[in-house]
């Protein structure tokens, strides 16, 4: 039933089967990406402490960036857009983990020390399994 | 020896061609569309500070030395100013571009890039200039004495 109202859709309009799935594959795309980047978001604001913070904020910038760009890149088509928006998602690749490589690296070297709870290593090794 | 800024270099050593680049084409993408002189100024002068940062500022000074700098600095000023005395020789307004070809519209295309060549070669020696004040200022207090 949804295929037909879907197929009288498309007939009466102007866009073929090409183009629906074009716009549904970029639609897919960037609501996957929105949902990555919701939660590093809520990762940032949820997270007990530095590192694991900076992993979900450069985890999912990373990934959801990506494939917002992917999404756009399906929808411009085979454009010179299309062409810029995947210079930008490769530098985006390159420089975005460099980034959070840099922080990292940065606060292990000030001698920050990550959170520990009560389930590490350093405690469970000597009591109870 | 072991290299703690290993991922930095190489990365950076890559980046640092196409930042250029990138701002060659947002300076000749000024006439067209969003971007100019400024923006490519700054843009190219990041590449070199971005160069400065990661190799340290005596590598930047080695590939961009502060000679090329005080010069840039003064040309640029002199290109803009010399557009606008050239159209005054050529009996114009100072900066009517008009007169600069013999098609109006023509003269105002050269005029345009030629101030804009101006605007990059200013902009980019004088935020180098900045970085190498700043970066080259020798510390005031001892590190011991803090």
Request: net charge positive.
């Given at each position: 039933m949804i295929i037909s109202t879907l197929s009288a859709v498309i007939l009466d309009s102007?866009?073929?089967?090409?183009?629906?799935?074009?716009?549904?594959l970029s639609c897919i795309t960037i609501a996957l990406g929105l949902f990555f980047v919701l939660a590093g978001s809520i990762g940032v604001l949820r997270f007990p402490d530095f590192y694991t913070r900076l992993h979900a904020a450069g985890m999912t910038?990373?990934?959801?960036a990506e494939l917002i760009l992917i999404?756009?890149?399906?929808?411009?088509?085979?454009?010179?857009?299309?062409?810029?928006?995947?210079?930008?998602?490769?530098f985006l690749l390159l420089t975005s983990p460099t980034a959070t490589h840099a922080i990292a690296h940065s606060a292990y070297?000030?001698?920050?020390?990550?959170?520990?709870?009560?389930?590490?290593?350093?405690?469970?090794r000597g009591g109870r399994s | 020896?072991?290299?703690?800024?290993?991922?930095?270099?190489?990365?950076?050593?890559?980046?640092?061609?196409?930042?250029?680049?990138?701002?060659?084409y947002v300076q000749f993408h000024g006439d067209f569309g969003p971007g100019g002189g400024f923006q490519a100024g700054v843009i190219l002068a990041a590449a070199v500070i971005l160069y400065a940062l990661i190799f340290g500022l005596d590598a930047a000074k080695k590939a961009f030395p502060p000679s090329w700098v005080r010069v840039g600095m003064s040309l640029g000023v002199l290109l803009y100013g010399g557009t606008g005395v050239l159209t005054w020789i050529l009996g114009g307004d100072f900066l009517s571009y008009g007169v600069l070809a013999h098609d109006p519209a023509h003269g105002q295309h050269y005029g345009i890039i030629a101030v804009e060549l101006g605007i990059l070669?200013?902009?980019t020696n004088v935020m180098i200039a900045i970085f190498y004040a700043f970066g080259s200022r020798q510390p005031e207090v001892d590190e011991d004495n803090w």
């Open positions: 102007n866009i073929g089967w090409a183009g629906l799935l074009q716009v549904s910038d990373t990934l959801g999404g756009l890149i399906i929808q411009s088509g085979f454009t010179q857009t299309s062409l810029k928006l995947l210079m930008i998602g490769f070297t000030a001698n920050l020390k990550p959170k520990l709870g009560k389930h590490s290593f350093s405690k469970t | 020896m072991h290299d703690p800024h290993v991922i930095l270099k190489v990365i950076s050593k890559f980046l640092v061609p196409f930042i250029a680049l990138f701002a060659f070669c200013s902009v």
